[in-house]
């Protein structure tokens, strides 16, 4: 067999990935493990809204599909226990948010704290929340880039394991930016996820730690 198989072995770490969009992170992942680089076990992948391409990749790929369709319920915390369900019936080692756009309510994220993990598209801690593109580029800042942290209950607030940095143009507009970062994302995710399922990062008394070391700083990669 030269292709591992998208659903792995025993051994492997169970994996779960939310998505709200287009999948381009999800699809980082999948290759990454079609390519036997990344050895982990890609359970489910969870939309909170249907018909996004994202599923049609996870699909492609022979990876089960669940969407909590958030519009669907009356009440924001209906919809909020119905993902929790979902997530606690595919029994994950490990949530990989990818451009998932939902706030995490605080029992989930307490469920699996040490366990989620999150792409976030700044050099955190600047510009948690949305449009950080648009920030980042008002502002004035020289650089921008992108962010792979622990999840917490406070929003992108959880401490940082990589980032990929790139240097901010001239005429850089949103898109332009977003594409240079987002090529980044592609590469720093799929490490991170391999270092959690290696056993070698863990979230422990507050802070992200790397082959037995604390982390003060996040590991950076700066664009190539
Ligand atoms: N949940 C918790 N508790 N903590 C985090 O750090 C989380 C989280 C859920 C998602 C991703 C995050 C990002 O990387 C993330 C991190 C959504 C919003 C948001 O405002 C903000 C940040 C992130 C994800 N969502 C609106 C909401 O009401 C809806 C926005 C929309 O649908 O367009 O949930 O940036
Ligand atoms: C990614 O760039 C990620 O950083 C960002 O959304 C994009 C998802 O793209 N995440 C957030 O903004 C989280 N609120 P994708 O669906 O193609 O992977």
């Given at each position: 067999?030269?292709?591992?198989?998208?659903?792995?072995t025993?051994?492997q770490i169970?994996?779960?990935?939310?998505?709200?969009?287009?999948?381009?992170?999800?699809?980082?992942?999948?290759n990454?493990?079609?390519?036997g680089?990344?050895?982990?076990?890609?359970?489910?992948?969870?939309?909170?809204?249907p018909?996004?391409?994202?599923?049609?990749?996870?699909?492609?790929?022979?990876?089960?599909?669940?969407?909590v369709?958030?519009?669907k319920?009356?009440?924001?915390?209906?919809?909020?226990?119905?993902?929790?369900?979902?997530?606690?019936?595919?029994?994950?080692?490990?949530?990989?948010?990818a451009?998932?756009?939902?706030?995490?309510?605080?029992e989930?994220?307490?469920?699996?704290?040490?366990?989620?993990?999150?792409?976030?598209?700044?050099?955190?801690?600047?510009?948690?929340?949305?449009?950080?593109?648009?920030?980042?580029?008002?502002?004035?800042?020289?650089?921008?880039?992108?962010?792979?942290?622990?999840?917490?209950?406070?929003?992108d607030?959880?401490?940082?394991?990589?980032?990929?940095?790139?240097?901010?143009?001239?005429?850089?507009?949103e898109?332009?930016?977003?594409?240079?970062?987002?090529?980044?994302?592609?590469?720093?995710?799929?490490r991170?996820?391999?270092?959690f399922?290696?056993?070698?990062?863990?979230l422990?008394?507050?802070?992200?730690?790397?082959?037995?070391?604390?982390?003060?700083?996040?590991?950076?990669?700066n664009?190539?």
């Amino acid at each position: 067999m030269s292709i591992s198989p998208i659903n792995g072995t025993r051994a492997q770490i169970r994996t779960v990935i939310l998505i709200s969009g287009s999948g381009t992170n999800l699809q980082a992942i999948i290759n990454e493990v079609r390519s036997g680089e990344l050895e982990i076990n890609l359970c489910a992948v969870i939309s909170d809204r249907p018909g996004i391409q994202g599923l049609e990749r996870a699909e492609q790929a022979g990876i089960p599909t669940r969407v909590v369709d958030y519009q669907k319920f009356e009440q924001r915390a209906d919809a909020d226990t119905a993902l929790g369900r979902e997530l606690e019936s595919t029994a994950p080692d490990l949530v990989i948010l990818a451009g998932f756009m939902r706030i995490l309510p605080a029992e989930i994220v307490t469920r699996y704290r040490g366990h989620m993990l999150n792409i976030h598209p700044s050099l955190l801690p600047k510009y948690r929340g949305l449009h950080t593109y648009r920030r980042a580029i008002e502002a004035g800042d020289s650089h921008h880039g992108s962010t792979v942290h622990f999840v917490t209950a406070e929003l992108d607030a959880g401490p940082a394991i990589v980032q990929y940095r790139v240097p901010i143009n001239a005429n850089e507009t949103e898109a332009s930016l977003a594409a240079r970062v987002q090529q980044g994302e592609y590469l720093i995710y799929p490490r991170a996820i391999c270092w959690f399922a290696e056993g070698r990062l863990r979230l422990y008394d507050g802070d992200v730690w790397l082959d037995n070391h604390r982390q003060t700083q996040p590991a950076i990669l700066n664009e190539l």
